[in-house]
């Protein structure tokens, strides 16, 4: 069967009688004749060569009808595939939703006038800008407060380092009057 179907990758033909096999389906061991003819090759002899030749196999009707059996295919394979499908009908279901959204969208601003979305756009550009100037204005805030709050600092800081100065020259002060007291007792 093989070289009847791949006969013109092997650039012959076979062909096979089997008259036996007609007369008798318990006879599997028929011997037959084939004869094989080449293709002409124009350049080198222009005659058809016709050999004998035996068969490699027994071929009789029952089994040149019958298709051959289908290969299985492992349980994992068909598992893999199964799964990678799966992924696609994930996928799919999600581009349909996107897309069924983005089409329900589409269809809500269909009867909307150019007139309206372009004072939609401007609201929004004018709440974009006053965004904008607010923030700036945060910022110009944030940093007033941020000098402010340094000055305060350095304030503070000169007023604590005048303090314990102060502190320090009360100290001398009682302990020389402590001294003078206790040379007066």
């Not at 061991?29 to 060569?49: F, G, L, M, R, Y």
């Not at 030749?53 to 059996?69: E, L, V």
């Not at 380092?161 to 402590?178: F, H, I, M, S, V």
């Amino acid at each position: 069967m093989n070289d009847i179907n791949n006969w013109r990758e092997e650039e012959t033909l076979d062909l096979t009688s089997d008259l036996s096999s007609h007369e008798s389906d318990k006879s599997a061991d028929v011997e037959t004749s084939i004869t094989t003819v080449k293709p002409q090759d124009t350049s080198v002899n222009s005659s058809a060569v016709l050999e004998a030749k035996t068969p490699i196999s027994n071929m009789s009707a029952g089994n040149i009808s019958r298709p051959p059996r289908p290969q299985r295919v492992p349980l994992v394979k068909t598992q893999e595939d199964n799964e990678a499908l799966r992924q696609q009908v994930v996928e799919l279901n999600a581009k349909l939703s996107v897309a069924t959204y983005q089409n329900m969208e589409l269809e809500r601003l269909l009867p909307r006038e150019v007139k309206d979305i372009l004072q939609e756009y401007y609201l929004l550009q004018n709440s974009r800008l006053d965004l904008i100037n607010e923030r700036e204005e945060l910022a110009a805030l944030r940093r007033q407060l941020k000098a402010e709050a340094d000055q305060a600092e350095a304030n503070a800081q000169m007023k604590l380092e005048n303090l314990n100065a102060e502190l320090q020259d009360c100290e001398r002060e009682k302990k020389g009057l402590q001294q003078q007291n206790e040379l007066v007792f």
